[in-house]
T-cell receptor, first 114, second 113 residues
Framework: NAGVTQTPKFRILKIGQSMTLQCTQD?????MYWYRQDPGMGLKLIYY???????DKGEVPNGYNVSRSTTEDFPLRLELAAPSQTSVYFC?????????????FGPGTRLTVT | KQEVTQIPAALSVPEGENLVLNCSFT??????LQWFRQDPGKGLTSLLL???SQREQTSGRLNASLDKSSGRSTLYIAASQPGDSATYLC????????????WGAGTKLIIKP
Protein backbone atom coordinates (compact mmCIF):
# COMPACT_ATOMS: atom_id res chain seq x y z
CA ASN A 1 0.00 0.00 0.00
CA ALA A 2 1.20 3.49 -0.85
CA GLY A 3 -0.90 4.98 1.96
CA VAL A 4 -1.73 8.64 1.43
CA THR A 5 -0.09 10.34 -1.55
CA GLN A 6 -0.08 14.05 -2.38
CA THR A 7 0.92 15.97 -5.48
CA PRO A 8 2.68 18.25 -6.11
CA LYS A 9 5.35 18.37 -3.40
CA PHE A 10 6.17 22.00 -4.06
CA ARG A 11 4.42 24.82 -5.89
CA ILE A 12 4.85 28.55 -6.35
CA LEU A 13 1.77 30.52 -7.33
CA LYS A 14 1.27 34.12 -8.23
CA ILE A 15 -1.43 36.10 -6.46
CA GLY A 16 -4.78 35.46 -8.10
CA GLN A 17 -3.84 32.15 -9.70
CA SER A 18 -5.72 28.95 -8.97
CA MET A 19 -4.60 25.38 -8.46
CA THR A 20 -5.69 21.98 -7.22
CA LEU A 21 -3.79 19.95 -4.64
CA GLN A 22 -4.28 16.25 -5.23
CA CYS A 23 -4.71 13.64 -2.48
CA THR A 24 -5.24 9.90 -2.92
CA GLN A 25 -5.42 7.10 -0.38
CA ASP A 26 -5.42 3.37 -1.12
CA UNK A 27 -6.51 2.10 2.30
CA UNK A 28 -10.24 2.28 1.60
CA UNK A 29 -10.63 4.84 4.37
CA UNK A 30 -13.95 6.58 4.74
CA UNK A 31 -12.69 9.77 6.33
CA MET A 32 -10.35 12.23 4.64
CA TYR A 33 -9.05 15.60 5.80
CA TRP A 34 -7.13 18.61 4.60
CA TYR A 35 -4.93 20.56 7.01
CA ARG A 36 -2.63 23.51 6.67
CA GLN A 37 0.41 24.11 8.83
CA ASP A 38 1.90 27.56 9.10
CA PRO A 39 5.48 28.00 10.40
CA GLY A 40 5.74 27.38 14.14
CA MET A 41 2.06 26.53 14.41
CA GLY A 42 -0.06 23.47 14.82
CA LEU A 43 -2.21 22.06 12.05
CA LYS A 44 -5.53 23.67 11.24
CA LEU A 45 -8.37 21.70 9.64
CA ILE A 46 -9.55 23.17 6.34
CA TYR A 47 -12.14 20.64 5.13
CA TYR A 48 -13.01 17.06 5.83
CA UNK A 49 -15.11 14.31 4.28
CA UNK A 50 -16.85 11.35 5.93
CA UNK A 51 -17.41 9.52 2.65
CA UNK A 52 -17.82 9.92 -1.08
CA UNK A 53 -20.15 12.79 -1.88
CA UNK A 54 -20.04 14.26 1.65
CA UNK A 55 -17.81 17.15 2.66
CA ASP A 56 -17.88 19.76 5.39
CA LYS A 57 -15.96 22.79 6.55
CA GLY A 58 -13.30 22.70 9.20
CA GLU A 59 -11.74 25.51 11.15
CA VAL A 60 -10.27 27.57 8.25
CA PRO A 61 -12.22 26.89 5.01
CA ASN A 62 -12.23 30.36 3.45
CA GLY A 63 -10.49 30.50 0.07
CA TYR A 64 -10.68 26.75 -0.49
CA ASN A 65 -13.04 24.22 -2.01
CA VAL A 66 -13.13 20.43 -1.98
CA SER A 67 -14.95 17.57 -3.64
CA ARG A 68 -15.12 13.84 -2.91
CA SER A 69 -16.40 11.95 -5.92
CA THR A 70 -14.64 8.69 -5.00
CA THR A 71 -13.50 7.03 -1.78
CA GLU A 72 -9.87 7.32 -2.86
CA ASP A 73 -9.56 10.97 -3.93
CA PHE A 74 -10.02 14.22 -2.08
CA PRO A 75 -8.68 17.20 -4.07
CA LEU A 76 -8.34 20.66 -2.54
CA ARG A 77 -8.96 23.63 -4.81
CA LEU A 78 -7.46 27.07 -4.21
CA GLU A 79 -9.22 29.88 -6.05
CA LEU A 80 -7.63 33.31 -6.37
CA ALA A 81 -4.50 32.48 -4.38
CA ALA A 82 -3.43 34.99 -1.72
CA PRO A 83 -0.14 35.34 0.20
CA SER A 84 -2.00 34.26 3.36
CA GLN A 85 -2.37 30.83 1.77
CA THR A 86 1.38 30.27 1.81
CA SER A 87 1.66 27.17 3.97
CA VAL A 88 2.32 23.45 4.02
CA TYR A 89 -0.78 21.43 3.22
CA PHE A 90 -1.33 17.94 4.55
CA CYS A 91 -3.93 15.43 3.51
CA UNK A 92 -4.90 12.67 5.93
CA UNK A 93 -7.29 9.75 6.09
CA UNK A 94 -8.78 7.46 8.70
CA UNK A 95 -10.87 4.31 8.47
CA UNK A 96 -13.79 5.30 10.62
CA UNK A 97 -14.74 6.62 13.99
CA UNK A 98 -13.59 3.58 15.94
CA UNK A 99 -11.99 3.12 19.33
CA UNK A 100 -8.63 2.98 17.59
CA UNK A 101 -9.30 6.09 15.58
CA UNK A 102 -6.06 7.14 13.94
CA UNK A 103 -5.22 9.46 11.08
CA UNK A 104 -2.62 8.66 8.43
CA PHE A 105 -0.88 11.56 6.74
CA GLY A 106 0.55 12.28 3.33
CA PRO A 107 4.00 13.91 2.91
CA GLY A 108 2.60 17.39 2.38
CA THR A 109 2.59 20.07 -0.31
CA ARG A 110 4.63 23.20 0.30
CA LEU A 111 2.85 26.14 -1.35
CA THR A 112 4.22 29.64 -1.75
CA VAL A 113 2.04 32.48 -3.04
CA THR A 114 3.92 35.58 -4.19
CA LYS B 1 -12.58 26.74 23.12
CA GLN B 2 -10.03 23.95 23.24
CA GLU B 3 -6.42 25.09 23.08
CA VAL B 4 -3.37 22.87 23.04
CA THR B 5 0.03 24.09 24.18
CA GLN B 6 3.41 22.41 23.94
CA ILE B 7 6.34 23.59 25.98
CA PRO B 8 9.19 23.93 25.26
CA ALA B 9 9.07 24.88 21.58
CA ALA B 10 12.56 23.43 21.13
CA LEU B 11 14.80 21.13 23.09
CA SER B 12 18.38 19.99 22.56
CA VAL B 13 19.87 17.20 24.67
CA PRO B 14 22.87 14.85 24.47
CA GLU B 15 22.38 11.34 23.21
CA GLY B 16 21.42 8.78 25.83
CA GLU B 17 19.40 11.07 28.05
CA ASN B 18 15.85 10.36 29.11
CA LEU B 19 13.55 13.25 28.34
CA VAL B 20 9.98 14.43 28.74
CA LEU B 21 7.90 16.46 26.32
CA ASN B 22 4.84 18.25 27.61
CA CYS B 23 1.40 18.87 26.18
CA SER B 24 -1.40 20.75 27.94
CA PHE B 25 -5.01 21.32 26.91
CA THR B 26 -7.66 23.64 28.27
CA UNK B 27 -10.81 21.50 28.01
CA UNK B 28 -10.77 18.11 29.70
CA UNK B 29 -13.72 16.86 27.59
CA UNK B 30 -11.58 14.99 25.11
CA UNK B 31 -12.13 11.69 23.31
CA UNK B 32 -8.46 10.85 23.01
CA LEU B 33 -5.00 12.35 22.68
CA GLN B 34 -2.42 11.46 20.10
CA TRP B 35 1.31 12.05 19.80
CA PHE B 36 2.84 12.44 16.34
CA ARG B 37 6.32 12.71 14.97
CA GLN B 38 7.10 15.05 12.06
CA ASP B 39 10.30 14.76 10.06
CA PRO B 40 11.35 17.59 7.71
CA GLY B 41 9.81 17.21 4.27
CA LYS B 42 7.74 14.25 5.34
CA GLY B 43 4.29 13.69 6.67
CA LEU B 44 3.30 13.05 10.23
CA THR B 45 3.62 9.63 11.81
CA SER B 46 1.39 8.60 14.66
CA LEU B 47 3.37 7.42 17.68
CA LEU B 48 0.87 6.79 20.44
CA LEU B 49 -2.84 7.23 20.95
CA UNK B 50 -4.35 7.40 24.45
CA UNK B 51 -8.08 7.04 24.90
CA UNK B 52 -9.69 9.33 27.47
CA SER B 53 -10.25 6.35 29.79
CA GLN B 54 -6.58 5.36 29.74
CA ARG B 55 -3.71 6.70 31.82
CA GLU B 56 -0.80 5.73 29.61
CA GLN B 57 0.41 3.95 26.51
CA THR B 58 3.81 2.49 25.73
CA SER B 59 5.60 1.68 22.51
CA GLY B 60 9.24 0.66 22.71
CA ARG B 61 11.21 3.50 24.25
CA LEU B 62 8.19 5.80 24.23
CA ASN B 63 5.68 6.20 27.02
CA ALA B 64 2.80 8.65 26.90
CA SER B 65 0.70 9.54 29.92
CA LEU B 66 -2.61 11.33 30.18
CA ASP B 67 -4.09 13.23 33.12
CA LYS B 68 -7.43 14.55 31.92
CA SER B 69 -8.34 16.31 35.13
CA SER B 70 -5.25 18.50 35.00
CA GLY B 71 -5.30 18.82 31.21
CA ARG B 72 -1.84 17.37 30.70
CA SER B 73 -0.03 14.71 28.74
CA THR B 74 3.63 13.84 28.69
CA LEU B 75 5.71 11.92 26.18
CA TYR B 76 8.66 10.18 27.81
CA ILE B 77 11.54 9.13 25.57
CA ALA B 78 14.03 6.77 27.14
CA ALA B 79 17.69 6.53 26.12
CA SER B 80 17.39 9.13 23.38
CA GLN B 81 19.15 8.59 20.04
CA PRO B 82 20.08 10.98 17.22
CA GLY B 83 17.39 9.31 15.12
CA ASP B 84 14.80 10.63 17.57
CA SER B 85 15.50 14.16 16.32
CA ALA B 86 12.22 15.48 14.91
CA THR B 87 9.31 17.68 15.80
CA TYR B 88 6.80 16.07 18.14
CA LEU B 89 3.20 17.22 18.05
CA CYS B 90 0.30 16.35 20.25
CA UNK B 91 -3.34 16.59 19.21
CA UNK B 92 -6.54 16.12 21.16
CA UNK B 93 -9.72 14.85 19.65
CA UNK B 94 -12.71 16.76 20.82
CA UNK B 95 -15.26 14.83 22.82
CA UNK B 96 -18.13 16.10 20.70
CA UNK B 97 -17.00 15.17 17.20
CA UNK B 98 -15.43 12.35 15.26
CA UNK B 99 -13.11 14.31 13.06
CA UNK B 100 -11.75 17.44 14.70
CA UNK B 101 -8.24 17.25 16.07
CA UNK B 102 -6.91 20.30 17.90
CA TRP B 103 -3.17 20.54 17.55
CA GLY B 104 -0.29 21.90 19.53
CA ALA B 105 2.50 23.77 17.73
CA GLY B 106 5.02 21.04 18.50
CA THR B 107 8.36 20.62 20.23
CA LYS B 108 11.41 20.49 17.99
CA LEU B 109 13.78 17.94 19.50
CA ILE B 110 17.46 17.71 18.66
CA ILE B 111 19.52 14.83 20.03
CA LYS B 112 23.22 15.59 19.89
CA PRO B 113 25.58 12.66 19.23
Amino acid sequence: NAGVTQTPKFRILKIGQSMTLQCTQDMNHNYMYWYRQDPGMGLKLIYYSVGAGITDKGEVPNGYNVSRSTTEDFPLRLELAAPSQTSVYFCASSLYDTDSYEQYFGPGTRLTVT
Amino acid sequence: KQEVTQIPAALSVPEGENLVLNCSFTDSAIYNLQWFRQDPGKGLTSLLLIQSSQREQTSGRLNASLDKSSGRSTLYIAASQPGDSATYLCAVRRGDSNYQLIWGAGTKLIIKP
